[in-house]
């Protein structure tokens, strides 16, 4: 899957798994990619090798929560309603030119 942003294209790994949703980018140096949390209102960095951005999505894809540079060692809840929300992780300073009520477009 991919995410244009700022007239960069960005992969975007889905978490689907257990495994892909526990690791997520932990670990991870020179991120160039992004992962999306389906049906998720809460993550943490700990294990993280460096700053991610974390953007919380209502059902339609629409902006309701950006934490930029998110440090190692946090944990991140953006929603009671864990049904309704997504979480995208992206790499550090990805998200400078969205705002709370843009919409993503996901491509395949």
Do not use: W
Request: charged share 25%.
């Amino acid at each position: 899957m991919k995410l244009k942003l700022n007239n960069t294209t960005i992969n975007i790994v889905v978490a689907k798994t257990f495994y892909t949703r526990l690791l997520g980018l932990m670990g991870q140096k020179n991120i160039d990619y992004g992962m999306l949390f389906p049906k998720c209102n809460a993550i943490h960095t700990y294990f993280m090798k460096e700053e991610i951005d974390v953007i919380g999505l209502n059902k339609e894809n629409q902006v309701i929560y950006i934490y930029r540079e998110v440090p190692k060692n946090k944990i991140i809840r953006i929603s009671e309603d864990a049904k309704n929300t997504s979480i995208l992780e992206l790499p550090k300073n990805a998200s400078q030119k969205l705002y709370i009520g843009s919409v993503l477009k996901f491509e395949e």
